[in-house]
């Protein structure tokens, strides 16, 4: 089916948008609202089908997410992430840095894998200074173990978020289509942590902690909230009730029990990244009023890919990703996914999980694969580091093709591919 003029602009624009993400021209937030704006002036989308555009659950959902992690990180979670590594891995390098690794992917599972790192990365570099490393393998694998661990769970990853409100998917269902596999891909990466990358440790063992606990005592009872709020994620389906007004909910509490300063804290919630969420939203949308998606979903069909779909989808959307941000791409593959599922249901859940793998996998390849990648860089830049774009393939580029190709057998073996 040929693309309508309004087809081939809505798509230049999208790739337009794309250019300038990836080049950084303009700050993100600006070119997604830019991108949006030019849709509606160019007759794309009506002003009234952009604010429907809008999923106000998904950009609800991150706004109580960050607004609990601004909580926890000023309740002192993260620093004491680090002493429990320092003291269960009793002293030695590489057992330490494994423990931290695990908990930074077992936190990332219930909190966005962005503000995650935000937060633990540079705990990671202090970590790695501590012992005489070197910090910038040592916060790539973070980040790896980081977006693996946030695959697992419908609120860990960005991606996911948009994942599970297009595709229906309740917190129950991620843990059963993804956990298993997030759980391996982690443990996996975990081997990467060789004796060589630990091997210029500090001489002695003896020397003081890298880290101290940091003491409040509100800790006790944002931690109890947090884990209330997992269980009414867990439970969310017989409530009836959206996820993002759950989180939202518990996030208000949260902030009535630690009595924190509300302005200080709403200074702290990531704005630009909610907004270019909206702004999107709406580029995406056009892309759908002005069926190019359609033409697409036509495309793919008539290549007769049959119970090959999944893999094709979760490969192409692993390389994409590993190029361009992992995030756009999801928003972009979401309309065609809906599509081919509609006319396929045999399809679905495999290509909903494909497509969540795929960008969660892909996305660790380079330093713009994922948003906390990026962040990563920035963390590494603020402390004197400079984290190019060939050290960070060095490191995972080999590493995401390995995961890759077992989470392809993973897909075949585990019934996604029919």
């Known amino acids: 089916m040929p693309l309508t003029a309004g087809g081939i602009v809505a798509l230049t624009l999208f790739v337009g948008l794309y250019l300038v993400l990836v080049t950084e021209w303009v700050h993100r937030a600006v070119a997604a609202l830019l991108a949006a704006g030019a849709a509606i002036v160019l007759g794309l989308l009506t002003p009234a089908a952009a604010a429907r555009a809008l999923d106000l659950n998904t950009l609800i959902l991150l706004l109580a997410l960050m607004i609990l992690v601004a909580l926890l990180e000023q309740e002192g979670l993260f620093v004491s992430l680090a002493e429990q590594a320092e003291r269960w891995g009793g002293g030695h390098p590489r057992r330490i840095l494994i423990v931290f690794l695990v908990l930074v992917a077992i936190v990332s599972a219930f909190l966005p894998n962005v503000t995650v790192i ?5 705990s990671l570099i202090s970590l790695a200074e501590g012992f005489g490393l070197n910090p910038i393998p040592v916060l790539i694998l973070g980040v790896v173990a ?14 996911n978020i948009l994942i599970g409100t297009a595709a229906s998917f309740s917190f129950v269902d991620f ?8 759980a391996l891909l982690v443990a996996l990466t975990l081997l990467r942590v060789t004796r060589r990358e630990t091997a210029r440790q500090a001489a002695g063992r003896d020397r003081e902690p890298v880290f101290h606990h940091v003491r409040s005592r509100h800790f006790g009872a944002l931690a109890a909230l947090s884990l209330l ?16 007004l759950l989180a939202l909910l518990g996030s208000l509490v949260a902030v009535l029990v630690v009595g924190s300063d509300f302005d200080a804290l709403m200074t702290k919630v990531d704005w630009s990244t909610i907004i270019f969420f909206a702004g999107l939203f ?6 759908v009023e002005q069926g190019v998606v359609s033409a697409l979903s036509a495309w793919i069909l008539a290549r007769h890919l049959g ?3 999944p893999l094709a989808i979760m490969v192409g959307t692993a390389l994409l990703s590993a190029v361009l941000d992992n995030l756009p791409i999801v928003a972009a593959m979401i309309p065609l996914v809906q599509q081919l599922t509609a006319r396929h249901p045999a399809y679905s859940p495999g290509l909903w999980v494909a497509l969540a793998v795929g960008a969660a996998v892909g996305g660790n390849a380079t330093l713009y694969g994922a948003a906390a990648n990026v962040v990563a860089g920035s963390l590494a830049k603020a402390r004197g580091y400079r984290l190019s774009f060939r050290d960070w393939a060095v490191t995972a580029a080999p590493l995401t093709i390995g995961l890759l190709a077992v ?8 019934g996604f591919v029919r």
């Open 118 to 122: 935000l937060m633990v990365g540079p």
């Open 307 to 309: 119970s090959l779909m």
């Open 407 to 414: 989470a392809a057998g993973w897909m075949w073996f585990g």
């Open 229 to 244: 709020m997992v269980a009414a994620f867990v439970i969310q389906p017989w409530l009836g009730l959206p996820i993002g």
């Open 282 to 287: 709406v580029v995406v949308d056009a892309l």
């Open 146 to 159: 980081s977006n693996l661990g946030g695959m697992a769970t419908l609120v860990g990853d960005p991606p």
């Open 175 to 182: 843990l059963r289509y993804l956990a298993p596999l997030a």
